[in-house]
Every structure is written in C-alpha cells, then in structure tokens.
C-alpha cells in the first residue's frame, strides 16, 4: 500500500464517477488506492499551477479529460519494461504511467527544474516509489530503456532524433500524436519499424494516435 499523504478536496472527489466510467471505457482496472493518486495527482497539478507554470489548463474537468484520460489511454497498449519520459513537463504521462502500473521503472525527464521539484514532491505525497523524477536535458542524460515515450514533441521525426541514443536493444519508442503524422512516418520508414495504434480517449472528441518505432 502507498503512503498518500494528501487530503483529496471535495471537488475532487466529486470527479470519481467521471474517472471510473473513463476507466471502465479503457479497461483499466485501478484500485481505489490508484483511483485516489490520479485524482490527488490532479488536484495538486491545479492547485501548483500558479507556483510552477504547470499547465495551460485551468478547469479541473478539462484538465481530467486532456491531461488524465488521455494519459491513460497509452497504458494498455505499452510494451513492457523500464520506461523514460522525455520532456515530461508536469509528469504527463510518467506520473499516470507509474501510478497505474506499479510495477515498472518510470524516469520522468525535463530540463524545467521547477517542474521536476514539482513531480517529485508529487511523488512523495503519493507514494511513488517506482518514479524518479531528473531534471536534465536528454543529451546529458545517461541511461537505456526499453520504453521511451513523450508528448511533448511538435515532430515525431525530432522526437525520434532525440531519443535514440537512449534506447536499450529491442527497445520501443512510444510516441503520443493527435492526427497521425503519416509524412513523417513516411520520412522514417526506412530506418524504423513503425506501427500506428488509435487511442480513444474517453471524452475527448479529437484524434489520437500511438506511433511504435523500433529498429
């Protein structure tokens, strides 16, 4: 059992419904305990906002929708192993990431150090112990994973150049896209083995994408 040293506001809680329907459309199956980290996870996002320039997303129903949901919507279709975050910003997805799966290594990497003091203060109040927030840019980051995954990219040909380097051996790169960016994927063919998996996130009527890349 995680130690969540956070008082979940009533607004909050008010939100649980809303996020076990979007849980029950993903087939996501959390514990009350995981539940209860996404929403405080939420709540402190919002409330930190000011201090960290954490989001450009005020309202806690959109930011469930656009930061929460959509973040769960990769977990059921990751591949196994320790996972790197790049560009990470608020711990979107690293910190949904490793609340739903307890069990995987997650590295949540951004060169904002205030963003990273807030995840890691986040971490702590939640009890993530399998999160360890960096505050570093990815060239002078040393490690190898066999997940990497990110939203943060414009162009997934950038994102690709940037990562790498840090993927391990049969290692996947993950990357979160609106519209499938299909003349990048294109441009990218010849060096990578790409498959494409739509997303559905649960309220949210735009499109979504998860683009593999493996060598």
């Keep these: 059992m995680a130690q969540i040293n956070v008082k979940l506001q009533p607004q909050y809680v008010k939100l649980q419904p809303q996020l076990q329907q979007a849980?029950?459309?993903?087939?996501?199956?959390l514990?009350?305990?995981?539940q209860l980290q996404l929403?405080?996870?939420?709540?402190?996002?919002?409330?930190?906002?000011?201090?960290?320039n954490l989001t450009a997303i005020k309202d806690d129903q959109q930011a469930l929708i656009k930061h929460?949901?959509?973040?769960?919507?990769?977990v059921p279709f990751l591949p196994a192993g320790d996972l790197l975050d790049i560009g990470t910003g608020a711990g979107l997805?690293?910190?949904?990431?490793?609340?739903?799966?307890?069990?995987?290594?997650?590295?949540a990497l951004d060169s904002n150090q205030k963003k990273i003091r807030f995840i890691k203060q986040v971490a702590s109040e939640l009890g993530l112990k399998n999160l360890t927030p960096v505050a570093s840019r990815i060239e002078a980051h040393a490690g190898s994973y066999q997940v990497i995954t990110s939203r943060a990219f414009a162009s997934l040909v950038d994102f690709v150049t940037?990562?790498?380097s840090k993927l391990a051996d049969n290692g996947i790169i993950c990357a979160m896209k609106g519209v499938?960016?299909?003349?990048?994927i294109q441009a990218l063919q010849n060096e990578w083995q790409i498959n494409t998996q739509v997303l559905t996130v649960p309220e949210l009527h735009e499109s979504r994408h998860l683009i593999y890349l493996q060598r």
């Excluded at 849980?23 to 199956?29: G, M």
């Excluded at 929460?68 to 990769?74: E, G, K, M, T």
């Excluded at 499938?180 to 990048?184: F, I, S």
């Design 23 to 29: 849980l029950s459309e993903l087939k996501l199956l």
């Design 31 to 34: 514990s009350d305990e995981q």
């Design 39 to 52: 929403l405080c996870y939420l709540q402190q996002l919002l409330f930190w906002n000011k201090a960290y």
């Design 68 to 74: 929460i949901f959509d973040s769960l919507s990769i």
């Design 93 to 107: 997805p690293a910190v949904i990431v490793a609340i739903c799966q307890p069990q995987r290594a997650v590295t």
């Design 162 to 164: 940037h990562s790498q």
């Design 180 to 184: 499938e960016p299909v003349d990048e």
